[in-house]
T-cell receptor
Framework: GAVVSQHPSWVICKSGTSVKIECRSL??????MFWYRQFPKQSLMLMAT?????????EQGVEKDKFLINHASLTLSTLTVTSAHPEDSSFYIC????????????FGEGSRLTVL | GQQLNQSPQSMFIQEGEDVSMNCTSS?????WLWYKQDPGEGPVLLIA?????ELTSNGRLTAQFGITRKDSFLNISASIPSDVGIYFC?????????????FGQGTRLTINP
């Protein structure tokens, strides 16, 4: 299957700082990427849809100024958690759509954020 | 929003046993996907289903897209220790843009050797 890579896989930061997470499609071009958040023992919650060359579409209840998404190229989307607080600590996962007419989403390895 | 009901939420089985889990929805999906997630990792796609009634196998895994388009099941035969993990179903609704998926709550599989 297609390969999606996230970096960093884990990060610890101080409260008030900003953290950037990268999501790359390694062997295909992805016009659309998705960002999810997952709490322990829970399912994936879609945060936003990242569209190459345009603004991201955020799900209801997700603060766009808090979670900045940039999709500057067909292989890279970034999620920046701004002014992070302990409640932002979570597992963040990206996915990318491979192909235009299939529903196959391939996921990155995830990034665990811990805000002290 | 749309929700998928996935059951069971957890399973405790002996190695070698067969496993069955399913997902149902109140509305129609045009795609069903099954993923497995190991701790601290992202979900890995197991099987993708695109047609009502479709039955697809991937090794010891078999999944079916329900005729009504509102359900799907995943079977694992002759379970082995590496099958341990959380299994998620995911569905794409008809008409929803950008291939957004709705996920089930997950089934946590534990295997006793």
């Amino acid at each position: 299957g297609a390969v999606v890579s996230q970096h960093p896989s884990w990060v610890i930061c101080k409260s008030g700082t900003s953290v950037k997470i990268e999501c790359r499609s390694l062997d295909f071009q992805a016009t659309t990427m998705f960002w999810y958040r997952q709490f322990p023992k829970q399912s994936l919650m879609l945060m936003a849809t990242s569209n190459e060359g345009s603004k991201a579409t955020y799900e209801q209840g997700v603060e766009k100024d808090k979670f900045l998404i940039n999709h500057a190229s067909l292989t890279l989307s970034t999620l920046t958690v701004t002014s992070a607080h302990p409640e932002d600590s979570s597992f963040y996962i990206c996915s990318a759509l491979s192909g235009t007419n299939t529903g196959e989403l391939f996921f990155g390895e995830g990034s665990r954020l811990t805000v002290l | 929003g749309q929700q998928l009901n996935q059951s069971p939420q957890s399973m405790f089985i002996q190695e070698g046993e067969d496993v069955s889990m399913n997902c149902t929805s109140s509305s129609i999906f045009n795609t069903w996907l099954w993923y497995k997630q190991d701790p601290g990792e992202g979900p890995v796609l197991l099987i993708a289903l695109y047609k009502a009634g479709e039955l697809t196998s991937n090794g010891r895994l078999t999944a079916q897209f329900g005729i009504t388009r509102k359900d799907s099941f995943l079977n694992i035969s002759a379970s082995i220790p590496s099958d341990v993990g959380i299994y998620f179903c995911a569905g794409q609704e008809r008409g929803r843009g950008a291939q957004k998926l709705v996920f089930g709550q997950g089934t946590r599989l534990t295997i006793n050797p």
